[in-house]
């Protein structure tokens, strides 16, 4: 089995996923097992940005699955014409991280304006976006000025939520705002939970690609990864099943 690269493979058994990078730990255990129920398969994962990944495809890059982080990109691909159809697999919510020193000492989400170094996704990536829909919300419950108290704070904007992650556990950011897998996937940040009625719920979807070279295998995986094992696996990791 391989992550990503695979060379001098049976094209009638490689598998090539394209997958946004919260999905990291999650695929790569979702990859060992499916193999165990296909031993003929190779399964190779590139992980990006959801919108990296879309713009990837639309130049030309041959995958045989994705699966992205918002229905915006998987969209795009679809009007497009490099997929017919997809379905949603998995659900997400967003969190804080910080340090674990915390030296902004951001104990919760009404803390994060003491966060004088502050990451997020930029807009176009989705953990970005769903950022801005967090500040908008807390904007109503709180006040205008706290979250321009917040805003002015962001000190970079990163192309996948890793990256983000990345900031807060190099101690080059004070708190951060990432999916919630990304906070329980890392011993390297403390997580701070956002309250319910200001969080988002992060949609993943999957599909196959029209240029597969193995459609029979693709669509295995997709059955894959909604079966009740795949599902396991997903939860194991901190997503939200149904």
Known sequence: MCWVGCKDVDAENQLNIYAASSLAEAFRALSHGFVDQHP????SVTFAGSQV??????????????????????QSL???????ESTVFAHNALAIVVPLNNPANVESFGDLSQAKRLVLGTDGVPVGRYAQQVL????VRFAPEFVRSIQKNVVSKENNTRL????????????AIVYRTDAVSSAE???????????????????????????????????YVTSPAGQAILAQHGFEVD
Request: hydrophobic content about 50%; aromatic content about 4%.
């Open 189 to 223: 940040v403390k997580r701070v939970d956002i309250p319910p009625a200001l969080n988002v719920r992060a949609e993943y979807l999957q599909a196959v690609l029209s240029s597969s070279k193995d459609n029979e295998l693709a669509r295995a995986w997709m059955t």
């Open 53 to 74: 990944l879309r713009l990837q495809i639309e130049q030309g890059a041959t995958a045989d699955v994705v699966a992205t982080a918002n229905l915006e990109h998987m």
């Open 136 to 139: 908008a919300k807390a904007e």
């Open 40 to 43: 003929n398969a190779d399964v």
């Open 78 to 84: 679809k009007d497009a014409g490099f997929v017919s």
């Open 164 to 175: 983000v992650r990345a900031k807060v556990a190099l101690g080059e950011a004070d708190a």
